[in-house]
């Protein structure tokens, strides 16, 4: 059991509530100390009058009460006691509400000054991430990757186009539902650099643990020239296998629900495509990114994520290694 | 004949006083092996299956419930391990996703619905007449009828697992996920349906338990006497009848919109998501006191007995449970605090669920009081005691923990709050229920089960359970979520959840061995004197087993341990007919002598009342028509049932 905390702090926390990447999750430790201090305090008091209670039975020779009769009285000691216990409990709990109220409050106050508002649409099951910006050609979309200025408070703005899921970076912040037919909220000031892995939070369907993100948080200056980059239409093809991909890809099922930028392709039900082959994964954290996988994944989606409303399209192989090779060069 | 006529009313007065003494009624006259042998005569049940299922016995009833439960749990306890199998490696592929999803709704369902909430209905049942001192509860008709439905609904959930049409959408069932865009076929109705079955099980069982524990109880017995696990089960029967209906409704509304195509959770036709968290909550909550109440009742009794002296500040007690009861409907938001309500509100709420652990921490103090005070044998329900204080503070601690919006949004839909409801709900329930269990065991059977095997298993009960649960907060600090079919791996979780596995296994083999010790026990254990804990209460004042009368005659109680107050014989009530079969009713709060009630006999009508119920519930599933003609057996059979026979006896008045 001693174990578990020594390799707690010996692992990599890019999905742990043990870090301090953010403003919010330090409050969250600074307040989670005060709480585990305060009840080992409590929890020390029952077992050492249980244990008081069980050793005390071993003086020798002492009749049993209700043997002598007196099995109806109390002991006064035990009733000033009880009500020293009743209130050293609640002035426990009062100041426990007190720092908990002061906590929240105080995260409310960081969602006041917000620099950067992005949007998050769940779907079963991957993110739907908007970049929104007073600019309309500069509004960015992309998928199940956040980039983030670290220093910065962030406000994101949370949606669902179908069940209830919930957006959960454990490393950053504490997690917030996202509701169909409601808009919520969640702020976030990173304040260190790295990468950090979240999940839905909330049961949503067969495939609620493949339903992961990541975030990505670095310095101001890489986080404003990576949002130029992706603004930018995605690359041309320029083999011949993947012009054969780009053909199909554009003008066949793919289309009818994925948008890649400078295409003809502009469907709106799946993951935008523009810069597919940049993100770390596939899929919402399903498989990492490399040739293979795509290849997998193109193929035949529901045995890698049985469920997942991509459909298996029947494609011939020369025309799987051809979308393969398109979908490779969309950094 | 004239009412005015003298005579005439003389005569008839005559007639009666000739009638009532042809009646035979215990006393002075009519006691020893005579009145057994009438009493017997006049209680036992028909003969043959029919005659089985026909009873109307509060013990029998109170015995399949137990039983019926106890199979559910190893049941669920089975999904658990295929559950901790999948876990116990990171990519792990023993299940898939939708199978997985299947179990967690299962065991979590099968746990709630079919084992914690019936076995306590289930033990009250059996032993709350014994220990209140009279012969029967309150409407024993309605108490058959009532097991029957949970027996219909349980059985009806899991042949839907084994035709493989479970439920997959949690035990919680959040819509739009379980609403008919998301969850088409019929998995979602059928969980829906089996807590229609459940809810009115519950409900019947309940009234039944407040009519028993207010108006049965035995001559003397005020309130201010009534033995602590009674006042536990008297809140805990209300809380059921103020709980339920709020899921009658929302599940009801779910199936309405499923079925007949309502809108109440369609945002897009302006109903709301959130409506079914409230609604379910507001249900959900209480049900988590409803299970945890009646094994703080069980803990008060084993405390008693074991420490040999009444619980310490039984007022403080009663006002706890009390408390408790009304608390549990004010906290239900703390449940929803990553849904985005408003933050005033959260704080009110936040409050609310910290002020719980006031009147929980004053029950343990005087548990704890008891056994200072007392000297504590310690025998296996005393062990389970033990185990139950150690492990349930650092729940309710935990419990503190999450009630914090702060914190509850990082840990709320992690393994840590998985720790935490098992620590409350194993280490506050099962424990209380395994020892009690044991300690209710020869009263039940007439024989004792073995103490050494019951200290083994609780020991690998006890080490198996912090093995399985305390590594899971480390996991939901470490980012796992709750409800994944898989995790990834190099994220920490490998030894948390290996650990998880391992400890389930040895949870499981205690059981294994708690099962085997009791069947075994049961032909073989040693014969059960009346009284072997040496206990105050009145359920130990008879034989074991107790004879199908309960009592030979109405026990007058003088103080709260009554057992332990009188040295000789109890001092009886006299008066109620053998020839019939009759209980004594007594006022509300003092516990005086009210009415002689007759007791309804055995009948076949609760059981065909509740396979009509069953056969119109299972069809709506299928076909909005099925309400409209499936309401028609069902009222029916209820009007056979509740048909006034020529015969018909009324309570009379208590005679001097």
Redesign the interface.
């Known amino acids: 059991?001693l174990?578990?905390?020594l390799?707690?702090c010996s692992?990599?926390h890019?999905?742990?509530?043990?870090s301090d990447a953010a403003v919010e999750?330090r409050?969250?430790n600074t307040?989670?100390a005060i709480?585990?201090i305060v009840?080992a305090v409590?929890?020390s008091l029952?077992?050492a009058?249980?244990v008081?209670?069980?050793v005390?039975?071993r003086r020798a020779g002492?009749a049993?009460?209700?043997?002598t009769g007196k099995?109806?009285e109390?002991?006064p000691l035990?009733?000033i006691?009880?009500m020293v216990?009743?209130a050293t409990?609640?002035m426990g709990?009062i100041a426990?509400?007190i720092?908990?109220?002061f906590?929240?409050r105080s995260?409310?106050r960081a969602a006041a000054n917000e620099k950067l508002s992005i949007t998050v649409t769940a779907n079963?099951w991957w993110w739907d991430v908007q970049y929104n910006s007073a600019d309309v050609s500069k509004t960015l979309r992309t998928a199940n990757e956040i980039h983030l200025p670290v220093g910065v408070p962030v406000r994101i703005i949370?949606l669902s186009n179908?069940?209830?899921h919930?957006f959960?970076v454990?490393?950053l912040?504490?997690?917030?539902?996202l509701?169909?037919?409601?808009e919520?909220?969640i702020s976030i000031t990173p304040t260190k650099v790295g990468l950090y892995?979240g999940?839905?939070?909330?049961?949503?369907?067969?495939?609620?643990?493949?339903m992961a993100l990541v975030v990505q948080v670095e310095p101001y200056g890489d986080f404003l020239k990576w949002w130029q980059d992706s603004l930018k239409p995605a690359m041309k093809p320029t083999t011949l296998l993947a012009q054969a991909g780009y053909q199909y890809v554009t003008t066949r099922e793919c289309a009818m629900c994925h948008t890649i930028a400078g295409t003809s392709a502009g469907g709106t039900v799946g993951p935008d495509l523009s810069h597919f082959a940049s993100a770390r994964s596939i899929a919402a954290?399903t498989l990492p990114m490399n040739e293979a996988n795509i290849l997998r994944w193109v193929d035949d989606p529901q045995s890698v994520k049985?469920?997942t409303k991509m459909p298996k399209v029947p494609l011939r192989p020369a025309e799987l290694n051809a979308v393969t090779a398109y979908l490779e060069t969309l950094k | 004949m004239s009412r005015d006529d003298p005579k005439a009313v003389e005569a008839e007065n005559r007639l009666l006083e000739a009638e009532r003494k042809k009646l035979a009624r215990d006393g002075p006259k009519l006691r020893g092996a005579k009145l057994e042998a009438r009493l017997e005569k006049t209680w036992r049940r028909p003969p043959g299956f029919l005659g089985w299922l026909a009873t109307v016995d509060h013990k029998e009833i109170g015995r399949r419930y137990i039983i019926t439960a106890l199979i559910f749990l190893a049941m669920g306890g089975v999904l658990a391990l295929i559950m901790r199998l999948q876990l116990a490696r990171p990519d792990n592929n023993l299940v898939g996703a939708a199978r997985y999803n299947e179990l967690f709704t299962m065991h979590g369902s099968t746990m709630m619905f079919l084992f914690a909430v019936p076995v306590m209905e289930g033990i009250a049942i059996y032993i709350i007449p014994l220990m209140l001192g009279t012969r029967s509860t309150g409407f024993p008709r309605l108490n058959a009828y009532s097991y029957y439905m949970y027996l219909f609904g349980g059985l009806m959930l899991w042949g839907a697992f084994a035709l493989n049409i479970a439920p997959d959408i949690g035990w919680f069932a959040y819509t739009p996920l379980s609403g008919p865009q998301f969850s088409p076929g019929k998995r979602a109705d059928i969980w829906a349906q089996m807590i229609t079955f459940t809810e009115v099980a519950a409900l019947a069982a309940a009234v039944v338990l407040v009519a028993t524990i207010l108006k049965c109880r035995a001559p003397g017995m005020t309130l201010a006497r009534m033995p602590l696990f009674a006042w536990a089960m008297l809140v805990v029967a209300v809380m059921i009848i103020f709980a339920m209906p709020s899921v009658a409704l929302c599940s009801g509304m779910l199936i309405s919109d499923r079925l007949v195509g309502t809108q109440f959770y369609n945002h897009f036709e302006h109903g709301d998501a959130l409506l079914w968290q409230h609604l379910f909550w507001f249900f959900g909550h209480p049900e988590v006191y409803i299970i945890f109440l009646p094994a703080t009742g069980f803990v008060s009794v084993m405390v008693e007995t074991f420490c040999r002296r009444p619980v310490f500040a039984y007022p403080v007690v009663v006002l706890a449970l009390i408390s408790t009861g009304i608390l549990a409907f004010g906290l239900w938001v703390h449940h929803m605090f990553a849904t985005g309500l408003p933050r005033v509100g959260y704080s009110f709420y936040t409050a609310a669920s910290m002020t719980v652990a006031i009147p929980t921490g004053l029950q343990i103090y005087c548990w704890l009081a008891t056994m200072w005070d007392g000297r504590p044998r310690f025998q296996v329900p005393m062990l389970y005691v033990v185990g139950f204080i150690v492990t349930f503070v650092i729940g309710g601690l935990s419990g503190v923990i999450i009630a914090a919006v702060p914190l509850d949004l990082e840990l709320h839909d992690t393994y840590f709050i998985v720790a935490h409801f098992h620590y409350v709900l194993i280490g506050g329930a099962v424990f209380p229920l395994l020892g009690i269990l044991t300690y209710w065991f020869p009263k039940i059977t007439g024989r004792m089960m073995s103490a050494t095997f019951g200290k083994i298993g609780f020991w690998i009960l006890f080490v198996g359970f912090q093995l399985t649960f305390f590594p899971m907060h480390f996991a939901g600090l470490l980012g796992m979520p709750r409800r994944v079919y898989t995790y990834p791996a190099g994220q920490g979780l490998e030894l948390p959840n290996m650990l998880s596995t391992i400890g389930a296994f040895a949870v499981a083999s205690a059981v294994l061995l708690f099962v085997i010790n009791g069947v075994v026990s049961f032909f073989r254990g040693a014969p059960a004197p009346d009284n072997p804990w040496d206990a105050s209460t009145l359920e130990w004042s008879v034989s074991s087993p107790p004879p199908v009368y309960n009592f030979e005659h109405i026990p007058v109680v003088e103080s709260r341990t009554p057992l332990w107050d009188e040295k000789g014989d109890l001092p009886v009530a006299t008066g109620l007919r053998v020839d019939d079969k009759e209980m004594l009713l007594t006022t509300v709060v003092a516990a005086t002598p009210d009415l002689r009630e007759p007791v309804a006999e055995p009948s076949m009508w609760p059981f065909i009342a509740s396979c009509a119920t069953g056969i119109f519930f299972v069809s709506s599933i299928f076909s909005p028509w099925a309400i409209v003609f499936g309401a028609i057996p069902t009222a029916l059979a209820m009007a056979a049932w509740f048909w006034p026979s020529e015969t018909q006896r009324h309570p009379e008045p208590v005679i001097g």
């Open positions: 059991m174990a578990l905390p390799c707690a692992i990599q890019y999905q742990s509530t043990f999750v409050q969250f307040l989670f709480f585990l009840c409590m929890y029952v077992i009058f249980l008081g209670g069980i005390r039975r002492e049993y009460v209700v043997e099995h109806h109390t002991n035990m009733r006691g009880i216990w009743g409990v609640g709990l426990l509400a720092a908990s109220f906590a929240d995260m409310a079963q949370l179908d069940v209830i919930s959960w454990p490393s912040a504490g997690k917030q539902d509701i169909p037919g409601r919520n909220d892995r999940q839905c939070a909330e049961y949503c369907g067969t495939q609620h643990a493949n954290g049985p469920g």
